[in-house]
């Protein structure tokens, strides 16, 4: 199937100066390895699930993505051209075919601006149609994200958490974009609502053949609207593959482990927990070797001194581990 998105050995560091060694004799602390060699692909009219816990590096890819950081090696390509290459004028291009849906509605909507302001801005910033037909296309997209023409001329705080995120869901499409980057952005929601928003990015992206990257730390999330899956620990990609066969078939030690903390209802069929050892590495001074190596409860002597490579192992399920080597341990 043909790709929207092709990611390609994207590294950013970020660097600064710390300590007090550091100020006296001029030196600069290491790097922070924020992303650190990612690659992956979202097909057309596919959601693909970027998940992984708090700090390794998932929302760093997204903004990548949008160019609000530059890269500091790799290639982005949206629709076959290297975002990181184009003019301002070519990103604006670029932004009515990609948008972003954010983690926290309330900080994501402008406190000061009425709804239809909020929703009708992306349409006025590219030229989109007259007075009339902007306010028309707010009132179809109220109606399509489940709101009511009613709430164009009410603010932010008026509305609830669910409600806000509707809104902000609206303010994404206004533009008719082909690829969404949906990042955490049910997280911030009471679990009830959860579901509702979930489905309504799903009835959209079958409306209208949208393509999303979903970025979550939730695995049951991602199972429910993911078509694929990819796992990242410490700015790197530990394990792509197919929702069910992540699921069904995990290859790489610590998306075994992600899977047994999700809770299961029925306690006989709950997986047993795989307590994880210790903090994730500095991403200052991350292991020589897998990154993941010093809290594996798997590992071999090896892993600390060989980085593994992302591979195919099959079917399309691609991960990063030195044990897939060893057969008598697959």
Same mark, same amino acid.
């Given at each position: 199937?043909?790709?929207?998105?092709?990611?390609?050995?994207?590294?950013?560091?970020?660097?600064?100066?710390?300590?007090?060694?550091?100020?006296?004799?001029?030196?600069?602390?290491?790097?922070? =390895? #924020?992303?650190?060699?990612? +690659?992956?692909?979202? =097909?057309k009219g596919e959601c693909l699930g970027l998940v992984g816990e708090s700090g390794c590096g998932k929302t760093t890819v997204a903004r990548l993505i949008l =160019?609000?950081?530059?890269?500091?090696?790799?290639?982005?390509?949206?629709?076959?051209?290297?975002? @990181?290459?184009?003019?301002? +004028?070519?990103?604006?291009?670029?932004?009515?075919?990609?948008?972003?849906?954010?983690?926290?509605?309330?900080?994501?909507?402008?406190?000061?601006?009425?709804?239809?302001?909020?929703?009708?801005?992306?349409?006025?910033?590219?030229?989109?149609?007259?007075?009339?037909?902007?306010?028309?296309?707010?009132?179809?997209?109220?109606?399509?994200?489940?709101?009511?023409?009613?709430?164009?001329?009410?603010?932010?705080?008026?509305?609830?958490?669910? $409600?806000?995120? =509707?809104?902000?869901?609206?303010?994404?499409?206004?533009?008719?974009?082909?690829?969404?980057?949906?990042?955490?952005?049910?997280?911030?929601?009471?679990? +009830?609502? $959860?579901?509702?928003?979930?489905?309504?990015?799903?009835?959209?992206?079958?409306?209208?053949?949208? +393509?999303?990257?979903?970025?979550?730390?939730?695995?049951?999330?991602?199972?429910?609207?993911?078509?694929?899956?990819?796992?990242?620990?410490?700015?790197?990609?530990?394990?792509?593959?197919?929702?069910?066969?992540?699921?069904?078939?995990?290859?790489?030690?610590?998306?075994?482990?992600?899977?047994?903390?999700?809770? @299961?209802?029925?306690?006989?069929?709950?997986?047993?927990?795989?307590?994880?050892?210790?903090?994730?590495?500095?991403?200052?001074?991350?292991?020589?070797?897998?990154?993941?190596?010093?809290?594996?409860?798997?590992?071999?002597?090896?892993?600390?001194?060989?980085?593994? #490579?992302?591979?195919?192992?099959?079917?399309?399920?691609?991960?990063?581990?030195?044990?897939?080597?060893?057969?008598?341990?697959?």
């Amino acid at each position: 199937m043909e790709s929207i998105l092709e990611v390609h050995g994207v590294k950013k560091y970020f660097f600064d100066h710390r300590g007090l060694l550091e100020i006296v004799f001029g030196g600069m602390a290491p790097p922070v =390895r #924020a992303v650190d060699g990612v +690659s992956f692909r979202v =097909r057309k009219g596919e959601c693909l699930g970027l998940v992984g816990e708090s700090g390794c590096g998932k929302t760093t890819v997204a903004r990548l993505i949008l =160019r609000i950081y530059d890269l500091t090696e790799g290639e982005i390509h949206f629709e076959g051209q290297d975002i @990181h290459s184009l003019s301002r +004028s070519e990103l604006k291009a670029i932004y009515q075919r990609v948008q972003i849906i954010f983690q926290d509605p309330r900080t994501s909507l402008d406190p000061r601006q009425k709804v239809a302001q909020i929703i009708g801005e992306p349409l006025e910033i590219h030229g989109k149609g007259s007075g009339k037909e902007r306010r028309d296309r707010v009132m179809e997209l109220l109606s399509l994200t489940g709101l009511s023409p009613v709430h164009a001329d009410r603010y932010p705080h008026e509305f609830s958490g669910g $409600q806000q995120q =509707r809104i902000a869901i609206a303010r994404a499409l206004a533009i008719d974009p082909a690829f969404v980057i949906c990042d955490e952005p049910v997280s911030a929601l009471d679990v +009830s609502i $959860q579901g509702q928003i979930l489905n309504l990015l799903m009835d959209l992206q079958e409306k209208f053949g949208l +393509s999303y990257l979903f970025i979550t730390h939730d695995l049951a999330v991602a199972r429910h609207i993911c078509n694929r899956i990819g796992v990242m620990y410490l700015g790197k990609i530990m394990e792509v593959g197919e929702t069910e066969e992540i699921f069904d078939n995990p290859l790489h030690p610590y998306t075994r482990a992600l899977l047994s903390a999700i809770p @299961h209802p029925d306690p006989e069929l709950a997986l047993q927990q795989i307590i994880l050892k210790g903090d994730p590495p500095d991403p200052r001074r991350p292991p020589q070797g897998c990154r993941f190596s010093g809290r594996c409860p798997e590992a071999l002597p090896e892993c600390a001194e060989m980085e593994p #490579a992302l591979k195919e192992w099959e079917g399309g399920h691609t991960a990063a581990c030195l044990l897939l080597e060893k057969p008598m341990r697959r």
